[in-house]
C-alpha cells in the first residue's frame, strides 16, 4: 500500500522539554484532550461537527512543544506532542500560584526561565547535547524563596480557589491548541502544500481565528490562553519579524487576541461584571500589551530589510 506523504502543519517548532514529569499521565492526557474535543462540539456548527468525527486525536510521548495536523491515507489527525500539554500544565500553575498573591516578580521568573530552558533545549538538540533539565514551579519556588510563593503540590491541590483557577487556564490554553489544529482540519489544510510561506501564515491566521471563535463562546475566555501565546513570542524574541516562517509572529497572533477578549467582554456582560473593581487594571494592561505590540509591528514594517506579507 501506498502513503500519502503527509502535511504537517505544527503550532510551534521549538524544541524540547526535558524535566519533571507532569502531572498526568499519557493515558490521563489522552482522556483529557478528548473532553476538550467533546466541549469544543458543543459550540461547533453540524458541518464542524462533522469534520470533527473523523479526526483522530493522539498525544505523542515525545519531548517538542508541538502541535500538528495531518492527512495519511484519507484519514485526518491532530497530534500534539505532551511536552507542550506539560509546558502549559506548568504555566497555568505559574499563573494561578502567583496572581492571587500578587507575586508577579515570582511569576515572570518563573516565565522567562521556562522560555530561556526551551530555547536551550533547543540548541541543545541541534548539536546532540543533552538536554536542560526544566523544573515544576514547585521546585523553582522553593530554590527563589524570597520572590517566590512556598507552597506544596499538596497544599496547592487542596486550595479550591487556585486549582480553579489552575484548570481554567489549563482548559482554555489546551481548547486554543486544539482547536486551532481542528480549524485546520475544517479548511482542509493538511491535504495540500501551501505554496509559499505566505499562504502558509495565512491558513495558520485563519486556524487561530477558528481557535479564538471557539474560545469566545460562552463558558470560554480568551485572556485565559494568553500566556501560551505569550510563551511563543519570547521564544521569538518579541519579534515582529516573520519573514520566511510557517507563522506569523507570536505577537501578531496575541494582539488578535487581545482584540477578540475586548469583544468578549463588551458583549458579555455577566463576564465583565467579574472584572467589578479591576476594570482599570485589566484594561491598563490590555491596552499596555497592545501598544507595546503595535510599536514593534510598525518597526518591523518599516524596516526594509523585512518582507512583510500583504493580508
Same mark, same amino acid.
Given at each position: 500500500?501506498?502513503?500519502?506523504?503527509?502535511?504537517?502543519?505544527?503550532?510551534?517548532?521549538?524544541?524540547?522539554?526535558?524535566?519533571?514529569? !507532569?502531572?498526568?499521565?499519557?493515558?490521563? =492526557?489522552?482522556?483529557?484532550?478528548?473532553? $476538550?474535543?467533546?466541549?469544543?462540539?458543543?459550540?461547533?456548527?453540524l458541518?464542524?461537527?462533522?469534520?470533527?468525527?473523523? $479526526? #483522530?486525536f /493522539?498525544?505523542?510521548?515525545?519531548?517538542?512543544?508541538n502541535?500538528?495536523?495531518? #492527512?495519511? &491515507?484519507?484519514?485526518?489527525?491532530?497530534?500534539?506532542?505532551?511536552?507542550?500539554?506539560?509546558t502549559?500544565? =506548568?504555566?497555568? #500553575?505559574?499563573?494561578?500560584? +502567583? !496572581?492571587?498573591?500578587?507575586?508577579?516578580?515570582c511569576?515572570?521568573?518563573?516565565?522567562?526561565?521556562? %522560555?530561556?530552558?526551551?530555547?536551550?533545549?533547543?540548541?541543545?538538540? !541541534? +548539536?546532540?547535547?543533552?538536554?536542560?533539565?526544566?523544573?515544576?514551579?514547585?521546585?523553582?519556588?522553593?530554590?527563589?524563596?524570597?520572590?517566590?510563593?512556598? $507552597?506544596?503540590?499538596?497544599?496547592?491541590? !487542596?486550595?479550591?480557589?487556585?486549582?480553579?483557577?489552575?484548570?481554567?487556564?489549563?482548559?482554555?490554553?489546551?481548547?486554543?491548541?486544539?482547536? *486551532?489544529? $481542528?480549524?485546520?482540519?475544517i479548511?482542509?489544510?493538511?491535504?495540500?502544500?501551501?505554496?509559499? =510561506?505566505?499562504?502558509?501564515?495565512r491558513?495558520?491566521?485563519?486556524?487561530?481565528?477558528?481557535?479564538?471563535?471557539i474560545? %469566545?463562546k460562552?463558558? &470560554?475566555?480568551?485572556a485565559?490562553?494568553f500566556?501560551v501565546?505569550?510563551?511563543?513570542?519570547?521564544?521569538?524574541?518579541?519579534?515582529?519579524?516573520?519573514?520566511?516562517? @510557517? *507563522?506569523?509572529?507570536? /505577537?501578531?497572533?496575541?494582539?488578535?487576541?487581545i482584540?477578540? +477578549?475586548?469583544?468578549?467582554y463588551?458583549? &458579555?456582560?455577566?463576564?465583565?461584571e467579574?472584572?467589578?473593581?479591576?476594570?482599570?487594571?485589566?484594561y491598563?494592561?490590555?491596552n499596555?500589551?497592545?501598544?507595546?505590540?503595535r510599536?514593534?509591528?510598525?518597526?518591523?514594517?518599516n524596516?526594509?530589510?523585512?518582507?512583510?506579507c @500583504?493580508?
Open positions: 500500500m501506498i502513503l500519502k506523504r503527509a502535511v504537517v502543519l505544527a503550532m510551534i517548532s521549538i524544541c524540547c522539554f526535558q524535566g519533571e514529569a !507532569s502531572g498526568r499521565t499519557l493515558s490521563e =492526557w489522552n482522556d483529557y484532550v478528548s473532553q $476538550i474535543v467533546q466541549q469544543i462540539r458543543l459550540v461547533s456548527t458541518e464542524d461537527r462533522a469534520v470533527e468525527d473523523e $479526526i #483522530t /493522539i498525544v505523542l510521548p515525545t519531548n517538542s512543544t502541535a500538528f495536523s495531518t #492527512t495519511s &491515507n484519507g484519514r485526518r489527525y491532530v497530534k500534539i506532542e505532551v511536552a507542550l500539554l506539560t502549559i500544565e =506548568w504555566l497555568s #500553575t505559574n499563573e494561578a500560584l +502567583t !496572581s492571587p498573591t500578587r507575586k508577579v516578580l511569576q515572570n521568573l518563573y516565565f522567562d526561565y521556562l %522560555s530561556n530552558a526551551l530555547v536551550m533545549n533547543s540548541e541543545r538538540a !541541534s +548539536t546532540h547535547v543533552p538536554l536542560h533539565e526544566i523544573t515544576s514551579p514547585f521546585q523553582f519556588y522553593s530554590k527563589n524563596a524570597a520572590e517566590c510563593p512556598q $507552597i506544596s503540590p499538596a497544599e496547592a491541590n !487542596s486550595d479550591k480557589d487556585l486549582h480553579l483557577f489552575y484548570d481554567m487556564e489549563v482548559q482554555q490554553m489546551v481548547t486554543f491548541v486544539v482547536a *486551532h489544529e $481542528i480549524g485546520h482540519q479548511y482542509n489544510d493538511p491535504r495540500s502544500e501551501a505554496v509559499n =510561506w505566505c499562504e502558509q501564515q491558513r495558520e491566521t485563519r486556524a487561530d481565528a477558528y481557535a479564538l471563535s474560545l %469566545s460562552p463558558g &470560554n475566555g480568551v485565559l490562553a500566556p501565546m505569550f510563551l511563543f513570542g519570547e521564544l521569538e524574541n518579541l519579534s515582529g519579524d516573520d519573514e520566511g516562517k @510557517s *507563522h506569523p509572529a507570536a /505577537i501578531k497572533r496575541l494582539l488578535k487576541m482584540g477578540m +477578549t475586548r469583544k468578549q463588551a458583549a &458579555n456582560p455577566p463576564l465583565a467579574g472584572l467589578k473593581g479591576h476594570e482599570k487594571e485589566f491598563d494592561g490590555l499596555q500589551m497592545e501598544s507595546g505590540i510599536s514593534e509591528l510598525v518597526e518591523a514594517q524596516n526594509p530589510a523585512i518582507k512583510v @500583504s493580508d
